[in-house]
């Protein structure tokens, strides 16, 4: 039988010469819908390549500017929505540091016992969901039903699985339910021996390996040029944690490591986030450990804080101070703050100005996966086009939380 | 901590830096817009300063101040090895945003390329010398900056036509996959086309 390519021209099999342009995205399951990337391919091989964002804009910023200091906290929960309890704090502490007002001690290591359980959330998150873009569809069911236990506990304790606005400024919603600290510390150990089985499946998966080993790697000093943070930027060996560089809420009296990386490729940036499940598993213990069991959880400063339900209802100064705090909001003192926590991704800052009223004049956020987003070009630049996906992955770009 | 960034920045560009205060213990300096490139390459260049991260860019409006530089540039820096930060700010453009231009510092910190961009979109103010100043967050057919104070929030954009190969700047195969008048909100009349004449 002759070969059914016998008439065709040697030249007929050659690829253009000319650089085909590709969108991918933002309709593409691995740019989360929110990312477009222009590529300019030479073969399968990435020429140029164009990042755009802001599918996902949704004016964040000048909606802040139309309420009240504490309507803004609904909106922060959409920021990064898989950590949203860490956006919460960090508005919180933003706020309360401009108004000059600390949190008591029980509600400080709340905060913190439920920051780590929201960034447990996060890395479960991405390193579940990058395992699967790449086709490891068992260990994403593993990290997401870990993630489902924290999610529990977040549900038991603020009502909300995803959108908890659960903070306040000076304090919390609620105090932690009776349950919180058995909660917690039985569902730690679950979450570990999960994580366990979901990354023993993939660290000694060789075609997994090969994926992530040695692609988009990057040196500490470009990923500090380019603003990086966070696991990404601790994946490159340069250990700048917020919580032990400049330690917030009660940092400085837990016991933690911060794990990072050595080459700065994506195998790193994964191996960083399960280090940091362990790490905030250790916290977690340590803050349960040594949480009161009693005393308030809101600061006593009338001026931000709403009074009891009972004063509301009883007395007429507390139903006055109630009215003037829901109708013209917290009167927070004039000037401007940068206040900047340790988020899921990295600095999350927000650069707050009042003008002494009771609505803010100007909220910024500094996403932490804005400026990582802005890195990836340099990232998948004269790599293969199939090394985007778990570069991209591992990067963790949170849609609501880049594009503001 | 760092009031030694103050005073350094004091002592080398004197008169450049208007004011300074370290208000909740944010150090801060509002510069001459002029000298923004040269004071943001002292504050990388200088051993003892050594600003490596650019953590964040903004503008912020004050239309009531007129003619004195209506927006407020404000930029964050952090510094690994010293771990001390800085707020660098400058006023600049005029009731009508004209002359609302800075000098990108993109070439000192590439990780501004994407803040200078946000920058222009969101509040307006140009950056000369930048590589790429597009729109990054809105579509180039956006009118207006919308975090500006004069931008009323609830103002509708029109809808905008497909763009040509020329304006897209990438080849467009495909035909467009709506008609014009689709993917219009209900009761939205902004290409002033009705179902009926296009049929």
Redesign the interface.
Known sequence: MEPLDIDLDEGELELPADPM?L?MGPSHPAMHGTVRI?LELSGETIVKADV???YL?R?F???C??GTWAQVFPYVDRLNYVSPMLNNVGYALAVE??CGIAVPERCQWYRMALGELARISDHLTCNGAMAMELGAFTPFLWFVKAREMVWDILEEETGARLTHSFGRIGGMANPPTADFKAMCGMAVGKILGLVEEGEKMLLKNRIFIDRLQNVGPISG?EA??????GPCLRSTG?A?DIRK??PYLKYDEVDFDVPVGTRGDTLDRFLCRLGEIRQSKRIIEQCIERMPDEGPINSDDPRVVLPGKTDVYTTIEGTIQHFKLIMEGAKVPA????S?TEGGNG?L?Y?L?SDGSGTP??V?I?PPC??I???LHRLIEGRMLADIVPTFGALNMIGGEC?? | MSQLVLDKLKARFGAAILATHS??G?D?ALVEPAQWKAISTFLREDPDLDF?????L?G?DYPSRGAAGRTEV?M?LYS?GK?H?I?LKARVGDEDMDGAELESVTSI???????ER?TWD?SGVRFVGHPDLR?????PEFEGH??QKT?P?DRIQPLVPYRTEEEAG??LEKQAPFGPDEGMAFGRTANNISRAEVD
């Open positions: 342009h969108n222009v755009q964002v802001g804009h004016g910023e000048k909606m500017e139309r540091k401009l000093a500090v040029s380019l603003g990086w943070t340069i700048y560089a400049h000037g401007e703050v940068y900047y600095e800052g650069y100005v004049y100007r910024r500094r804005f400026q987003t802005g890195g594009d503001h | 208000d909740f944010d801060t490596d991260l650019p953590v964040d903004c912020v404000v964050h690994i771990k930060r707020r910190w590439p990780g501004m390329n994407w803040l946000e969101m729109r990054i967050l809105m579509y919308a975090l931008y929030a990438v080849p």
